[in-house]
């Protein structure tokens, strides 16, 4: 049983399969064979124990000739063993704002503070190319706790993608902080940025389309989720 938040190294088994899950979303058996090199067995004894955990979750892919297949990925439940970047006080701020003035007064605030941060941060991507402002924003994304990586794509764009959600359980109460972080990424690598993927979707990841040569674009503010008890 994983019983402590996880750090980026693994210590046990059980550990290094969820980060395998957590960075890929979805593995088989076989996959988790090669990337742990143990055994079927093995690897199917503690995918047992995660499912009684509570953990993952298997679904069944069915295949055109042969058996079919199991793939396995995470469970809600398995966020909290992440680094989670939603404190109480943050929680408890954000409550107090959303009942003197709303959803208005939420994202008000919450622009505010990425515009404070967006001018700390607009050192770290001066004088860089775009590939080069990338990789800046995602090892920013990355400290934050958010398992960030890029890549670039044949047509000349770039792709963010982001494996945890540090503030899942914020996000969930108020949506706006999940338009924060594209404009954040807008105004650092000065391009349009669009999200492809949505973990609030219930996509396995958040992933994000950086244009090259397209001028930044307005966001619409998204009050789809209301605060919670």
């Not at 993927?197 to 397209?214: F, M, Q, S, T, W």
Request: glycine share 6%.
């Amino acid at each position: 049983m994983i019983t402590k938040p996880l750090g980026e190294i693994p210590e046990k088994t059980q550990e290094a399969i969820v980060m395998h899950l957590k960075r890929q979303g979805e593995l088989t058996v076989a996959d988790l064979c090669t990337h742990l090199s143990i055994t079927s067995m093995a690897v199917r004894r503690h995918l047992t124990v995660l499912q009684k955990d509570g953990l993952i979750e298997s679904r069944i892919e069915r295949q055109t000739r042969g058996r079919p297949t199991y793939k396995y990925k995470l469970t809600d439940k398995a966020e909290s063993l992440f680094p989670s970047g939603g404190s109480t006080l943050a929680v408890d701020l954000l409550d107090a704002v959303y009942e003197q003035a709303g959803h208005k007064g939420v994202m008000d605030l919450l622009t505010i503070r990425n515009k404070k941060r967006i001018e700390r941060l607009r050192t770290r991507v001066e004088g860089k190319n775009l590939a080069g402002r990338v990789e800046a924003v995602a090892k920013i994304f990355s400290e934050d706790g958010y398992m960030t990586e890029w890549e670039s794509l044949p047509d000349g764009n770039f792709i963010i993608y982001q494996r945890h959600c540090a503030v899942h359980d914020l996000a969930n109460q108020f949506r706006q902080l999940c338009l924060m972080e594209p404009q954040m990424m807008q105004a650092l690598l000065d391009v349009k940025v669009t999200r492809e993927k949505y973990i609030l979707r219930n996509d396995p990841l958040c992933a994000y389309v950086v244009h090259a040569g397209e001028k930044p674009e307005e966001f619409a503010a998204d009050f789809s989720a209301e605060p919670t008890e």
